[in-house]
């Protein structure tokens, strides 16, 4: 009933809905007791709302831009209050006292206020958004780019500026319930003078040294600096807010490249969720600027991702264009007719390459590179479950897929059967649940499949704890928990808290990172990967949503795991541990083989998941597992051979297509030359 209500509201938990109903319900009730009148009452419902008002615009509930839609925004919810406490005072018999007139007059001055306020927040935010924003590049050295307005006075500006009335709303009331004038007017007087404050405090920003330089001197600025540090390799990728993993996945790889890397990125929604990097990065949301940037010096352009927007970059000639993609699955992603505009398409092993020549969508032989996974290099391999530990199972299935076709996500059909199966295994093992982090965005089914899946298994790992066959160690589970403690203490202070960190013009000034923290950060992240595990008995079943612990350190700390046709299951291949892959579409085995290389060595599993048996009795004695040499040879197929290793053969790719776009270009200038010798003769 609860998750019901939760996804009919769009709220994102328990807390946001009881929220959301009590600012609903606290509108009509404080109209009730200014009609009964009721100062003690309208008070406290009023006291309800600006609270519950104030939480879900903390929390960034969806329900707020919902209620905007349907002109029920955040200004028209404060003036419905100020108009109630004016009803109020008429039916306390008070307009012809001075307090009511006094009140109507603040109100109206109040707003009259927000015109000023607004237009100056407005005026300087445009100001301040510059035509790109960067991480790692040394702007300021070359341009100056004034600090934004202190104390947040941009942050959440609006919100800021409205709440300023509750100085006058309680001295009212509080007026109102003394018949006495004077806490009233106290309060108008601190409302007034703080609005007024406000806009005094965002005037010297719309003008002299704190407005930064128009778009043009910046566009001048980047072009200098990127003739000077001379981009080679650039990483270009566009997406949603939720595509933004597709280009984090592949940081590590340019931090690691021979050549000089860059990363172009489109919107500014996926500059704010990437992932910390060394790498210089330059967000360009304007098609114009991009095309008129500087890239001469760039010879491979790397795209993570087919959409519109990558024409702006694939029609430069100067460079070679390379689509690397986001995983490697059997996914008609993976086989884009789209993929046919690039010079070159990179896959991981031979799989890929005959996935093209199969799907026949106009990609050449020729221009299929193998470079294998680079990103699979944490993947640890294995040798058996460990003596004394108990078998760890990852349920990692894919999210239901733009289409809503069933078969995309075993969540729906199977998920239930997959971890009611796994729970009652016997010798018991451990279950992880880790899904795809769109689960339930198309579908509200699968969302709904979701919460049953994690309802199980968190009631299963209850009764494990309760029950006296399953021992921890007490002391142990402690001192990791206390280290887990310690670690994020010191990266909360090494990566901030998200506090007031200025605007995006400061972050693209100062975000050149600091290589030491940076180290230090990836270090911490490693402990706390380690302690997180050891925080929790070996035993203990577990829900995994969000970024932390990642998806391949659940694979390293499981056994085996069951998923469905996606890129985990490929990456997946690279432990050689046994696995499942779910036949939701029900095309059987053979079939689904045929159809899909990445399943050819795991064990196919029907809606019923009766099938899962094999897969455990695979773990539980590997030397009896019948698919075990498949893996390998599979690996091998899918991901290419260990040696040389996947970012030796990706910087060899990379340089290989560098010479390429040269020979290019110098071949364009010895015909432009020859053509304007002719010319001259």
């Known amino acids: 009933m609860i998750s019901t209500a939760i996804r009919v509201a769009r709220v994102g938990s328990a807390a946001e809905l009881a929220a959301a109903v009590l600012m609903l319900a606290g509108f009509p009730a404080i109209m009730v007791a200014a009609l009964i009148p009721s100062v003690p009452a309208f008070a406290a419902a009023t006291a309800v709302t600006y609270l519950a008002d104030h939480y879900l615009h903390r929390q960034g509930s969806y329900l707020i831009n919902r209620l905007s839609k349907v002109r029920a925004g955040l200004s028209i919810r404060f003036l419905i209050r100020q108009l109630l406490l004016i009803l109020l005072l008429a039916r306390l018999d008070l307009s012809n006292n001075l307090i009511f007139y006094g ?98 405090a965002l005037m010297p920003y719309v003008r002299g040294k704190k407005v930064p330089p128009n778009a043009d001197k910046v566009l001048a600025k980047v072009d200098e600096w990127l003739r000077d540090y001379k981009p080679e390799t650039v990483l270009y990728f566009s997406g949603s807010k939720d595509s933004a993993y597709q280009v984090n996945m592949w940081l590590e790889t340019m931090e690691q490249l021979d050549s000089r890397p860059l990363i172009i990125l489109r919107e500014r929604v996926i500059l704010q969720n990437l992932a910390p990097t060394t790498v210089p990065v330059i967000c360009v949301p304007g098609g114009v600027h991009l095309m008129n940037m500087d890239l001469s010096s760039v010879r491979v352009a790397l795209y993570a991702a087919n959409v519109g927007k990558n024409i702006h970059l694939l029609r430069v000639p100067t460079m070679k264009h390379v689509f690397i993609g986001h995983g490697d699955s059997d996914k008609l992603a993976s086989v884009n007719p789209f993929s046919k505009a690039y010079d070159e398409v990179w896959v991981a092993g031979r799989a890929g390459r005959d996935r093209y020549a199969i799907a026949d969508v106009g990609v050449r032989d020729e221009d299929i590179v193998e470079v294998g996974r680079p990103q699979l290099a944490p993947i640890q391999g294995w040798q058996g479950v460990p003596d004394g530990r108990m078998a760890t199972v990852l349920y990692a299935p894919t999210w239901e897929g733009w289409d809503g076709d069933p078969g995309n996500t075993s969540l729906m059909l199977a998920g239930e059967n997959i971890v009611n199966t796994l729970l009652k295994a016997d010798p018991p093992v451990r279950v992880l649940y880790k899904p795809h982090p769109f689960t339930g965005t198309v579908l509200a089914k699968a969302g709904a499949a979701h919460e049953k899946v994690t309802a199980l298994i968190e009631k299963a790992a209850a009764e494990r704890a309760a029950d006296p066959r399953f021992q921890a160690d007490a002391a142990e589970v402690a001192a990791a928990k206390a280290e887990l403690a310690r670690i994020e203490a010191r990266l909360t202070a090494l990566v901030g808290n998200g506090g007031d960190k200025g605007d995006e013009a400061e972050a693209t000034r100062d975000g050149v990172v600091d290589v030491a923290r940076y180290e230090e950060i990836a270090r911490l992240r490693g402990e706390w990967n380690d302690a997180y595990w050891r925080s929790f008995p070996v035993w203990e079943h577990r829900v995994i949503t969000g970024s932390e612990p990642r998806l391949y350190d659940c694979f390293n700390v499981s056994d085996a795991m069951v998923s469905d046709i996606s890129s985990v299951v490929s990456d997946f291949i690279a432990s050689g541990k046994p696995y499942a892959v779910t036949d939701s579409a029900g095309l059987g085995v053979e079939e689904f083989k045929r159809q899909n290389t990445a399943v050819r060595a795991a064990t196919i599993l029907s809606n019923k998941a009766s099938e899962l048996g094999g897969l455990l009795d695979a773990v539980r004695d590997p030397a009896a597992d019948p698919l075990a040499e498949d893996r390998v040879e599979l690996r091998q197929y899918l991901l290419g051979p260990d040696e040389p290793t996947s970012i030796e053969q990706f910087n060899t790719a990379v340089a290989n297509l560098a010479i390429k776009a040269e020979a290019r270009n110098v071949g364009q200038e010895s015909r432009a030359a020859a053509s304007a010798a002719e010319t001259v003769v």
Request: charged share 15%.
């Open 103 to 200: 009140a109507t007059a603040c109100f109206i001055a109040f707003y009259g206020l927000q015109a000023p306020h607004g237009a100056l927040v407005t005026l300087i935010r445009n100001r301040r958004r510059l035509p790109v924003a960067t991480r790692n590049v040394d702007l300021a050295s070359r341009i100056r780019i004034p600090d934004a307005p202190r104390f947040g006075l941009l942050n959440r500006s609006a919100e800021k500026m409205l709440h300023l009335d509750l100085a006058a709303v309680v001295g009212i009331l509080v007026a109102a319930q003394l018949d006495t004038a004077t806490p009233g007017f106290i309060g108008i007087g601190v409302t007034i003078g703080l609005g007024s404050l406000y806009v005094v």
